[in-house]
């Protein structure tokens, strides 16, 4: 079956050190999303990519990095200049960024301070 | 700045008993909107698309609506099952990004 897979399911991340958090889609679409959710804020935009070898910056960017060497994964890298990482992240896929097809979603990555 | 305000925030309803949520949004030109549910500790799930004003898509007990204004998600005789979180998205076309708002909890009782 497509989908979207992302990992870890939970993690837990020491005072001063990066994490990354891994999204693989088999969908074959071009772009893919990084949300932060946290309660009662909704879903809000870290990066996202419209093709391989490009990203651009969402609303809260500060704190995270990403990459897109292939089309199929997204990682994003939660870096300890992100002093409130805490948080619910969801990756998400969409065909092309253009077109009127949904966002597809993974099942998250909790994210927790140690 | 497109905007979308989804409510309630949270909504409580016996089973068998058929409510609404709304989501209000201000976007220039809207080319989609989306619903999607989503379960606790799950990614969200898609629903629908809408596209224009007048437009109506069904999905078992669910229906959801389009105004030039707001979008309604009909939940008829829900049952506990539907219990879950709802969120609503607009997209206005192009190279623009999803703005969603902050969803409703909804808790259908037995």
């Known amino acids: 079956d497509g989908g979207i897979t992302q990992s870890p399911k939970y993690l837990f991340r020491k005072e001063g050190q990066n994490v990354t958090l891994s999204c693989e889609q088999n969908l074959n679409h071009d772009a893919m999303y990084w949300y932060r959710q946290d309660p009662g804020q909704g879903l809000r935009l870290i990066y996202y990519s419209q093709i391989v070898n490009d990203f651009q910056k969402g609303d809260i960017a500060e704190g995270y990095s990403v990459s897109r060497e292939k089309k199929e994964s997204f990682p994003l890298t939660v870096t300890s200049a992100q002093k409130n990482p805490t948080a619910f992240y969801l990756c998400?896929?969409?065909?092309?960024?253009?077109?009127?097809?949904?966002?597809?979603f993974g099942d998250g990555t909790r994210l927790s301070i140690l | 700045e497109d905007q979308v305000t989804q409510s309630p925030e949270a909504l409580r309803l016996q089973e068998g008993e058929s409510s609404s949520l709304n989501c209000s949004y201000t976007?220039?030109?809207?080319?989609?909107l989306f619903w999607y549910r989503q379960d606790p500790g799950k990614g969200p799930e898609f629903l629908f698309t809408?596209?224009?004003a007048g437009e109506e898509k069904e999905k078992e007990r669910l229906k959801a609506t389009l105004t030039k204004k707001e979008s309604f998600l009909h939940i008829t005789a829900p049952k506990p099952e539907d219990s879950a979180t709802y969120l609503c998205?607009?997209?206005?076309?192009?190279?623009?990004?999803?703005?969603f708002g902050k969803g409703t909890m909804l808790l259908v009782s037995p």
């Open positions: 809408l596209y224009s």
């Open positions: 976007v220039s030109g809207l080319r989609g």
């Open positions: 998205a607009v997209w206005a076309g192009g190279y623009s990004t999803l703005t």
């Open positions: 998400a896929s969409r065909v092309d960024i253009r077109l009127h097809q949904p966002q597809h």
